[in-house]
C-alpha cells in the first residue's frame, strides 16, 4: 500500500460485523498503516465518540432497559451518529484526515434493520437526515460464524452488553443483513473473511484494502 499513500485523498473508512467479529484488530491495524505513514487520521466508534454520544451510549447498552423500543433505540443510535457526523467527523474530513469509524450507518440497516425486523426504507430515510447523506467511501465488512463471534467475546470474559445479550437468531439475522447490504454496494463493501485466526483475518484484509484502494485511485 505505499506509494499508493502519497496518491490517495482522505477517506472515510467504516468497519461492520456481528460482536466478536474482530473489528477493533482491523481499526488498530488500519491505524498503524496511516501512522507509519504519517497520515493524519482519526478513529471513532459508534454509539459514541462525543461528550454526547457517550451518554447515549451508555443508555443504550445497558442491560437494564430490557424494555427499550425498537423506534427509540433506532433514534438514540441515530441521535449518536448525528452529533459525531457533525461535530467530529465532518471538520476531520474538510481538515484531510482520514476517518476510521468503528460501525456507521450500515450498524443501524443490520441490527435494527434486519435484527429487529424493522422496514429499511424509514430507517435510510432517517440515516440520510441525521447525517446529511454522508456515506463512506469504503466499508470493511468482517464476516464470520455466529460460533466464532460468540467464542472470541468469550475469551473476553464479559457479560455482555444489551445487544450482546440477544439471541444467536438475532445475530444470524444481523449478519445476513450485513452480507445482503454488502451484495447491494459492492462498490463500497470490502468483506473480509473473518473465521480464521486474528492474524490471518489482517493479512485477508491487507490484501482486498489495497487492491480496493488501486481501484480508488
Ligand atoms: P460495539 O460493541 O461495536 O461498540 O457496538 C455496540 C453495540 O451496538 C453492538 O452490539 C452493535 C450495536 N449497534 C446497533 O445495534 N445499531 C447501531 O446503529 C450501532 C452503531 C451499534
Request: charge should be negative.
Amino acid at each position: 500500500m505505499n506509494e499508493l499513500s502519497q496518491q490517495l485523498s482522505a477517506k472515510f473508512v467504516s468497519f461492520e460485523g456481528i460482536d466478536g467479529c474482530g473489528k477493533s484488530t482491523l481499526v488498530s491495524e488500519l491505524a498503524g498503516w496511516l501512522r507509519e505513514k504519517t497520515i493524519p487520521f482519526i478513529k471513532t466508534r459508534e454509539p459514541g465518540g462525543t461528550r454526547l454520544g457517550e451518554k447515549v451510549r451508555e443508555v443504550l447498552l445497558d442491560p437494564s432497559f430490557e424494555t427499550m423500543n425498537d423506534q427509540a433505540e433506532v433514534l438514540l443510535y441515530s441521535a449518536s451518529r448525528a452529533q459525531l457526523v457533525h461535530e467530529v467527523v465532518q471538520p476531520a474530513l474538510r481538515q484531510g484526515m482520514w476517518v476510521l469509524a468503528d460501525r456507521y450507518i450500515d450498524a443501524t440497516l443490520a441490527y435494527q434493520g434486519y435484527g429487529r425486523g424493522l422496514d429499511l426504507a424509514p430507517l435510510r430515510r432517517i440515516q440520510d437526515w441525521a447525517t446529511g447523506g454522508l456515506c463512506p467511501d469504503f466499508t470493511i465488512l468482517l464476516d464470520c460464524e455466529i460460533e466464532v463471534a460468540s467464542s472470541r467475546m468469550q475469551a473476553r470474559a464479559a457479560t455482555g452488553d444489551r445487544i450482546e445479550q440477544e439471541s444467536g437468531s438475532f445475530h444470524e439475522r444481523v449478519r445476513g443483513g450485513y452480507l445482503e447490504l454488502a451484495r447491494a454496494a459492492p462498490e463500497r463493501f470490502i468483506v473480509v473473511n473473518a473465521n480464521g485466526p486474528l492474524q490471518e483475518v489482517v493479512t485477508n484484509f491487507r490484501v482486498a484494502f489495497a487492491e480496493a484502494l488501486t481501484g480508488h485511485c
